[in-house]
């Protein structure tokens, strides 16, 4: 097989399409609105560019040849892609596959109350989803693994842009016997010499309890580590310690299991911020839109006990 001199345009993949499937040079051309000298012209030019025969040429009907007959299969596998391209392109913006990815401690309880609204409003958008630590996820987004994320701000890249969604309140988790539990609300003269358990530094979470423990006295138990919420949760219920649970995470699993109680903040700012981000150099805005209309309205409509818009 010979070099390809010069590029396979599309339009020659149509005409050798229509030569498979009329095996006739003449009934290919009008099949294709054009001379038939000029399509024998592109199919010798395919042939060139490929480097191999793909049909033989005789006075009656065309024979394909072995490797003609793998070029058009090709062929039509590849105009298929690009007509199911051009679809996608005249549906607009939001259709397609997004990649989104989202933090490990908000992307459960949250992403299917999303995915459903954006499933009404725009149902040729579908979302890929994959949760991650938020320091791997900036990094990812960069990268281009992800088109966009859901996480903690701010963001430390100049390369990224992001728009905050709304403020989530966080809760103190203590045990079912805990002396606090019986309490709907909690001061910040309750943390002073509170032991409190919090995930790996991996997380924006880690570093927020740990300032609140620094500046309320609280005692961080650094040998005491979650990997998950669910595994915060279990070892504040076996009397571990406390810890500061996302107010979207506690609604959804805390709440009937008996083993911790929650309490709101008194006389405290304690909340984090939750923005969608993505790169400057995207040109998905429309996309981008969409799903931040969508988790607003998730938080005004069915979180608002629990979390507040921008």
Not at 145 to 156: C, E, K, R, Y
Not at 186 to 198: I, K, Q, Y
Not at 247 to 275: F, N, T, W
Not at 283 to 293: N, R
């Amino acid at each position: 097989m010979t070099s390809i001199t010069h590029d396979v345009t599309i339009r020659q993949l149509r005409y050798v399409v229509a030569l498979g499937a009329t095996l006739s040079f003449r009934r290919g051309a009008e099949r294709c609105g054009i001379s038939q000298p000029s399509f024998s012209a592109q199919i010798k030019l395919l042939e060139e560019a490929l480097g191999v025969k793909v049909a033989e040429r005789g006075s009656g009907a065309v024979a394909l040849t072995p490797a003609g007959r793998e070029v058009i299969a090709a062929a039509i596998d590849i105009l298929d892609r690009v007509d199911g391209l051009k679809r996608t392109a005249e549906r607009g913006p939001l259709s397609g596959v997004l990649r989104l990815g989202v933090k490990a401690t908000l992307g459960p309880y949250i992403m299917p109350r999303v995915v459903r609204r954006l499933h009404q409003t725009h149902p040729h958008l579908r979302l890929f989803i994959r949760e991650g630590p938020p320091v791997d996820l900036e990094r990812e987004l960069v990268e281009g693994l992800h088109d966009v994320v859901l996480a903690q701000l701010p963001l430390g890249s100049a390369d990224v842009q992001s728009v905050r969604l709304f403020r989530e309140t966080l809760f103190l988790a203590v045990a079912a016997d805990h002396p606090l539990a019986g309490r709907e609300r909690f001061s910040p003269e309750d943390l002073r010499g509170l032991d409190v358990l919090t995930l790996s530094p991996r997380f924006h979470l880690h570093d927020q309890v740990l300032r609140l423990c620094e500046e309320h006295g609280a005692r961080l138990m650094r040998d005491y580590e979650g990997t998950s919420l669910d595994a915060l949760r279990q070892m504040v219920g076996m009397g571990l310690g406390a810890t500061f649970l996302p107010a979207i995470y506690a609604a959804s699993e805390v709440r009937d299991q008996g083993d911790v109680a929650v309490l709101r903040p008194h006389k405290v700012q304690l909340a984090r911020s939750i923005g969608l981000a993505w790169r400057k150099s995207s040109s998905l805005d429309d996309a981008y839109g969409a799903i931040a209309d969508a988790v607003s309205a998730v938080v005004r409509d069915e979180l608002s006990g629990v979390a507040s818009e921008r």
